[in-house]
C-alpha cells in the first residue's frame, strides 16, 4: 500500500491508514495525543467463514482508498469478498459500513461473516449491557453464567442487549462499538438479529448473527444457569447475494476505566426510539390498587395469589413480597388505617431472640413468622431486611408529616434495626449478605447485599434526628463505594435471592442511598455517586424495541421493549424492579433531565402486560401483571408469564403514585 488513508472529525477524532509489520494498519488516534489510542490490522478486521462450527478466517489480501470524507477497505474473506467503508457522522462518530458479497458462480451455505476490532491489552474491563459487567466477577463460579475468561469468549444475539453494544476500557481510554439492529424474518414469520461480543483473546466481535458461550461456538444462554446447543446466525448466499451490516464506533479517554459503561448511556444514539404507552399514570395507580386490594387480608398483603407453585398463603416482607412498601402505598393513596394494620402486624409479631434480627415470613394458615432459607439453613437477607425497615420508617415519617400520630414501638424498630446492622458490619465495613437466627454474619462474602441497609439508617436520621445515623449512614456508604463504585471492577452483585451474581436491584440500592444522602446534606459528591449508578442502572434498560416471532403474543400485542429493564448477568428477561421515580426526582433535583425523561419512557412501558379486564395477559383479576417477559431466546421468546409476587403489584403503584406528585 502507497501512502495514508485518513479522516477526521471537528471535534478531533482522526482515522488514518498507514503501513504495518503486518499490512495495512487502521489507527484511531486524536489529534491532540501524541500515540495511537488504537491500531489494528486491516486484515484481522473482517472474517468470514463457511461450514460449522463458524470460526475466526482472517481477511486474505487487503487494499485501501481513500478520500476526504472515507476510507474504504477491501479484502478477500475466504469465498467471499468484503468491503469496509469508514466515514464520521456529523456528531463526530465513525460510522463503519461492511458488506461481504458472493462473487462465485455458486451457492455458499452456512456463512458465518463478522467485523473484529482485536484491543491491545489482555486485561480490560469489558460492559455488554444486561450481561457481562467486567467478567461478572461475583458470580457464582458453580453457575453458568456469561463470562470472558482467558481462553472463553461470549458472542450473543443483539435483541439481548438493552443498549446493542460493547464497551472496552483498559489503561486511561474506551472504545465503544455500537450496532443499529435490523430483523431478519423469515418466510416462516421467525425473527433473528445479528450478534455482538467479545471472542478469545478480547477481540471485540460483531457477527452476523452466530453466537458463542464459554469459548464453544453455537451455544446459546436459555435459562437460568443453562446452556443449551443452539447454531443460529448462519447465512446462505446465492452468486451475487450479499450481507451487509453498520456499526458505529466511538472512543476517547476515561478515567478509572471501570467507567466505560457511562459512555454507552450518553451517546444518543437511539433517542428516537420512544417507548410504549398504553396507559397513563392514573390508569396504572388505579389498576394496581385494584390488585393491592385483592392481596389484602386484614393485616397484610398476600405475598401470592392463592397457593401457587405449592407456596402457603403468606406476607412476604422485601424482596419479591413487599408487604409493607403496599403498605406505604396504601398510606400514599390516604388509607393509612389499613396501612397502620399492616406495619403493627409486622412490628409487634416478626422480631426474634435477636434484637433488631427479625423474620421475614408469615404463614397465615399456620400461624407463624419463619425465615428465608438459604443453602438449606435459616437465613435473614439483609437486603429483604435493610428495604423492609426502611418501608417502614417510610411509613412512619408519612404520617409525621400527614400530623398523625407515630407509634413509638415503629420509630424503636427502626432504630433497633439500623443498630443491629451497624454492630455486624464485615471487617470491610459493610454490611453482611444475611445473618443466621442468633445474628450472626452468614458469610463473610463481600456483596452489594446490604446496601438497602444505609437507607434503613437514614430513615432513623430521618424520624430521630440523631446525627449519628447520619454519620454511620455515610461511612457505610463510603465503604461499599469503594467496594464497588469507585472503579466498578467490583460490581454491584448478590441482592436477589434466587440468582448469585451482578444484577440490577444491587445497584438501585446504592443510588436511593447516594441521592438520599445528596438530599440530606447537599454534597455534590452523593450526586455524583448517585448519577454513576443510575448511568450503570440504565445500561439494564432497553432503548430500543425487538421486533417478535409472527403469532407471538408480543408480535400480536405490539409489545415495545424500550423503556423496559432486564434483571441480571443470570437473568435475561425483562421486569418491573426499577428505582423509576427516584430516577425522575434526581434528573429533576440536579437540574439533569435527560433522566426525568427517562423514568417517565420506563413507568410508562411498564404499562404493558397489566390485565386490563378479566382474561387479559391471562389474568382474572384487572391490575394483576406477570413477573417475567422474554424479550430473547432465554426461556419463551415474545411470551410473559402469569407468576406475579406481589412486587409486581407494588413497584408500579409506588412509582406511579410518587411520581404524580412529582410532575
Known sequence: ?????????????????????????????????????????????LTASTGRPWRVEPAGSVEVAGTDEAVVVTARTGPLSARLELAFTPDGLLTLGATWHNDSGHEVTDVAAGLLIPLP???????????????????????????????????????????????????????SLFA?????????????????????????????????FDGK?????????????????????????????????????????????????????????????????????????????????????????????????????GWTGQCLKLALCDALLGRTERARRAADFYVEGSGTSTKGLRYGRYLLDDGRWEMFRKDGTDFVSSRAHGETVADLAAIALHFREAGLPVPPAWEEAVADAAAFFWRTRLKEGIVPIGWTPDGRPFSAMVSAAGIACVQAMLGAY???????????????????????????????????????????EAGMYYFLAAFELYRLTGRELYAQWAEAAADWLLTFVYVWSPEFDAGSTF??????????????????????FFPTSELMEFGLATGKPRYAARAETILHAMGQGICQQPGDWGFDVPGEQGEGFFQTNWQRKGEANTWNPSWVVALPLYHALRMRKVT
Open 180 to 212: 443499529h439492529p435490523t430483523a431478519r424474518r423469515a418466510a416462516d414469520g421467525t425473527v433473528t438479529y445479528d450478534s455482538l461480543g467479545v471472542l478469545p483473546g478480547l477481540t471485540v466481535a460483531a457477527m452476523t448473527g452466530v453466537i458463542m
Open 555 to 576: 408480535d400480536r400485542r405490539g409489545f415495545q421493549a424500550c423503556g423496559w429493564p432486564s434483571v441480571s448477568v443470570q437473568n435475561h428477561h425483562l421486569d418491573v
Open 462 to 504: 430521618r424520624l430521630s434526628g440523631e446525627h449519628v445515623w447520619l454519620r454511620r449512614a455515610e461511612e457505610v456508604l463510603g465503604r461499599y463505594h469503594r467496594l464497588h463504585a469507585a472503579t466498578f471492577e467490583r460490581p454491584f452483585a448478590h441482592a436477589t435471592l434466587d440468582a448469585s451474581g451482578e444484577d440490577k
Open 217 to 317: 461456538p453455537d451455544v446459546c444462554y436459555v435459562s437460568k444457569a443453562e446452556v443449551a446447543d443452539h447454531p443460529i446466525g448462519y447465512r446462505t448466499l446465492a452468486p451475487g447475494e450479499t450481507i451487509s451490516t453498520r456499526h458505529t464506533l466511538d472512543w476517547g479517554p476515561v478515567e478509572p476505566r471501570g467507567l466505560g459503561f457511562r459512555k454507552l448511556v450518553h451517546t444518543g444514539l437511539y433517542q428516537e426510539n420512544g417507548g410504549a404507552r398504553p396507559l397513563e399514570r392514573e390508569d396504572i395507580v388505579r389498576l394496581k390498587t385494584n390488585a393491592m386490594d385483592t392481596r389484602w387480608t386484614g393485616q397484610g398483603y398476600l405475598a401470592y395469589t392463592g397457593t401457587r407453585h405449592g407456596r402457603p398463603r403468606s406476607y412476604l416482607y
Open 1 to 45: 500500500m502507497r501512502g495514508t488513508a485518513a479522516i477526521a472529525e471537528p471535534g478531533g477524532k482522526v482515522v488514518e491508514v498507514v503501513a504495518g509489520a503486518d499490512g495495512p494498519e487502521m489507527r484511531l488516534r486524536h489529534r491532540d495525543a501524541s500515540a495511537p489510542h488504537l491500531r489494528a490490522p486491516l486484515h484481522g478486521m
Open 121 to 175: 491489552t489482555a486485561d480490560a474491563n469489558v460492559t455488554m449491557p444486561g450481561v457481562l459487567y467486567n467478567g461478572n466477577p461475583s458470580s457464582d463460579p458453580r453457575r453458568r453464567v456469561p463470562r470472558i475468561e482467558p481462553g472463553g469468549g461470549f458472542v450473543c444475539e443483539e435483541d439481548r442487549l438493552p443498549v446493542p453494544a460493547v464497551n472496552a476500557a483498559w489503561d486511561d481510554r474506551y472504545v
